[in-house]
C-alpha cells in the first residue's frame, strides 16, 4: 500500500500514534501500581489483624498460667517430677544381692574357712563398686592368705581390705574383709543376660 500523504501529516499521525502508545503503556502501569499498593495495603492489613489476634491469646494464656489454679498444678507436676527423679536414680543405683552373692561364691575357699555374715557397706560413696563387708571364720592364717589371693585374682572385685587384726592369730581366725565390687558386674544392666 502507498501512502500518498504529505511527509507533515505523516508526521503528525506518526506522534499520535506514539503518543497513544506512551498513554497505554502509562495507564498501564499505572494500573499495576495501583494494584500492587492495594494488595500490599491489604497484606499489612492481614497481618496486623493476625498480630492483634494473637496478642489477645497471648494476654488470656497468660491469665491462665498465672492462675492459682494454674500454679497449684505446676508446683504438683515439679513434686512429681522430683519423685519421679530420685526413683529413678534409686533404681538405676540398684544392686542386686544375688548377683553380689553368686559372685562371692564363686571365689574359691579354702577348707576350713566358712562366711559367717555379709552386709553392703553404708559408708562407701564411690558410684563405680559397692561396698561389702564379709566376715568369717578361718581355721588357719594359711588358709585366710590363699583366701585373700583367690580374692585379689577376680576381675569382678576392685580392692579387698583385710584390717590388721584379721592376722594377729595363727588360729581360728575371725576375719572381716570389706570388698570392692565393680557396680558393672552387679547394676540393671547384667539382670537382662540372666
Known sequence: ?????????????????VEKLINVLGMTILIGLVCLVLILLSVKLYISGQTSLQKFE???AQKII????????QNTVLKYNDALSRASSF????????????????ITRPEGLYFTGISLDATQKNKESV?????GISDTRDGLTIFKKNIEEEKKIG???FPPESW???????FNVTLEILKKE???DNISDE
Do not use: F
Not at 594377729?168 to 575371725?174: E, G, H, L, R, T
Open 66 to 73: 498465672q492462675s492459682p489454679n494454674s500454679l497449684n498444678l
Open 1 to 17: 500500500m502507498i501512502n500518498l500523504l504529505p511527509q507533515k501529516e505523516r508526521d503528525v499521525i506518526y506522534s499520535k500514534q
Open 91 to 106: 533404681y538405676v543405683d540398684q544392686v542386686y544381692m544375688s548377683q553380689i552373692l553368686d559372685i562371692l561364691s564363686g
Open 131 to 135: 561396698g561389702i563387708i564379709v566376715s
Open 168 to 174: 594377729v592369730k595363727s588360729q581360728n581366725i575371725n
Open 159 to 161: 580392692a579387698a581390705y
Open 58 to 60: 497471648l494476654e488470656g
Open 186 to 188: 552387679v547394676g540393671n
